[in-house]
């Protein structure tokens, strides 16, 4: 029979990763790690060099200056 223990926890210095149960020394375990990927918009907002970069796209992506238009006719 298997027992299911859930933590979460961070890579601590030097890739170590601390956990804390309550079994016996000794116990066999078989860990599985499931990294989470980092979200993309706390990412891109994480720097002012990120966020300042963001706003700029987003608004030369609004100035219709910027479009290129394709006549689908032509293709």
Do not use: W
């Not at 989470?36 to 891109?44: F, G, N, S």
């Not at 060099?49 to 293709?75: G, M, T």
């Amino acid at each position: 029979m298997a027992t299911a223990l859930k933590q979460y926890a961070t890579i601590g210095e030097n890739g170590q990763l601390n956990l804390t149960a309550d079994l016996p020394e000794g116990t066999p375990v078989e860990i599985i790690i499931l990294v989470q990927e980092p979200d993309e918009t706390a990412y891109l907002l994480s720097t002012p060099a990120n966020r300042q970069h963001l706003i700029e796209a987003l608004k030369e992506a609004n100035d219709s200056r910027n479009y290129i238009y394709v006549d689908p006719h032509a293709l």
